[in-house]
Nanobody
Framework: VQLQASGGGLAQAGGSLRLSCAAS????????AGWFRQAPGKEREFVAA????????YYADSIKGRFTISRDNAKNTVYLQMNSLKPEDTAVYYC??????????????????WGQGTQVTVSS
């Protein structure tokens, strides 16, 4: 499965961006999906995850209440709606997909497929 992330860009603090991650194969609909991010000089961190069926989601505490992960399996696409952006949200955002696990995976090593990353920059 190949993943293509898009939608990054420059936003002001308090603004919004919507990231998309399009998958190349219908098998994507059977995989859990996640978003991770990596800021300069920092380790990659978990942002959000969603079950293959879209019925369950999980968020990092740092973005809870501001970001929403969703998916459209008919379009083989997962989204990350980011609202109330803060300068500390600045990072390269990566989408990932992998076999469903219990509990839902929040570590990068649990995901087999990765997108190329999209830059999000939030100015103060």
């Amino acid at each position: 499965v190949q993943l293509q992330a898009s939608g990054g860009g420059l936003a002001q603090a308090g603004g919004s961006l919507r990231l998309s991650c399009a998958a190349s194969a219908r098998a994507f609909s059977t995989y859990d999906a996640g978003w991770f991010r990596q800021a300069p000089g920092k380790e990659r961190e978990f942002v959000a995850a969603i079950r293959w069926h879209g019925g369950s989601t999980y968020y990092a505490d740092s973005i809870k209440g501001r970001f929403t992960i969703s998916r459209d399996n008919a379009k083989n696409t997962v989204y990350l709606q980011m609202n109330s952006l803060k300068p500390e949200d600045t990072a390269v955002y990566y989408c990932a997909a992998g076999a469903s696990r219990v509990p839902i995976a929040t570590k990068g090593g649990s995901y087999a497929f990765w997108g190329q990353g999209t830059q999000v920059t939030v100015s103060s």
